[in-house]
């Protein structure tokens, strides 16, 4: 049986951050790439008339804890 590396925790970003690190922090927890989810996520953000966008944008800076903390 081989072992998978423990799951990547869930938390803002110190070191790939543009604002708050919450898209850093998401796209490191999945391996995705920081550059073009942050893109996909303003598209989205604009095309909702960018309010929800916002809105889910700071819940989420409250509730992730920063990476190390």
Do not use: K
């Amino acid at each position: 049986m081989s072992q998978q590396p423990a799951p990547r925790p869930f938390a803002r970003s110190r070191h790939d951050r543009m604002i708050a690190g919450v898209v850093g922090g998401i796209a490191r927890r999945f391996g995705w790439n920081a550059t073009l989810l942050r893109a996909i996520y303003v598209i989205v953000s604009i095309a909702s008339v960018a309010f929800p966008g916002i809105l889910v944008y700071l819940i989420l800076w409250l509730l992730m804890p920063e990476e190390g903390a």
